[in-house]
């Protein structure tokens, strides 16, 4: 496990110390209050390969299929660059369940890489749980004007085709 500095920043780019967010939450000093927060405080955990909190943190379905050694590589052998929460649906302090949709930036050998996903939790004796997590496609992205081809004249407007203009 990686011990991070208390007043450094949060993995989990709260913008907070990482003791006055997910420290207490990965120590057991607290409770994750949302599940948004348990779901912050779950890539932290990764970002510290605090492999028992990954762990204590799941639903007794995730817990059956727990591959500790697989986690650990992946915790390990990446860095993790950041998490942009997308949409939160329900997951309240005062609900049951709730939904959180997130991209968790990481990078292995220097390659970056975005993880999509919709994770589904659930208070399971008064603590939230991770239950499932759904991998998203990264969106498609749509050309919004027609694609030049090389022998098309440039866009640019000097008279020359793409390929020996703009092109090159």
Same mark, same amino acid.
């Not at 409770?31 to 955990?45: C, D, F, N, S, V």
């Not at 943190?57 to 591959?67: K, L, N, V």
């Not at 793409?162 to 090159?168: I, L, S, T």
């Given at each position: ?5 208390? /007043? ?18 990965? *120590?057991?000093?607290? @409770? ?10 779950? +890539? ?10 990954? +762990?204590e943190?799941? $639903? ?8 500790r050694?697989?986690?650990? @590589? ?16 329900? *997951?309240?302090?005062?609900?049951? /369940?709730? /939904? ?15 993880? #999509? ?8 004796? $008064? ?5 499932? *997590? ?5 969106? /498609?992205?749509?050309?919004?004007t027609?694609?030049? $081809? ?6 640019? *407007?000097?008279? @020359?085709?793409? @390929?020996?203009?703009?092109? #090159?």
């Open positions: 496990m990686i011990d991070l500095d208390p /007043t450094a920043p949060c993995p989990c780019g709260s913008g907070k110390p990482f003791a006055d967010c997910c420290g207490p939450i990965l *120590g057991g000093a607290a @409770k994750a209050p949302t599940a948004e927060a348990l779901m912050r405080a779950r +890539y932290a955990a990764y970002a510290t390969a605090n492999l028992d909190f990954l +762990y943190s799941s $639903g007794p379905e995730i817990r059956q299929e727990f591959d050694e697989a986690s650990r @590589k992946w915790a390990e052998g990446s860095r993790w660059t950041g998490l942009d929460i997308l949409a939160v649906d329900k *997951g309240g302090a005062n609900d049951d /369940t709730g /939904t959180v949709e997130f991209v968790a930036h990481y990078a292995v050998a220097n390659k970056h890489f975005n993880h #999509r996903e919709r994770a589904a939790f659930r208070r399971i004796a $008064g603590d939230w749980r991770f239950i499932d *997590g759904k991998i998203l496609a990264q969106p /498609t992205i749509q050309r919004e027609a694609k030049v $081809g090389r022998n098309d004249p440039c866009p640019c *407007g000097s008279g @020359k085709k793409y @390929k020996h203009c703009c092109g #090159r």
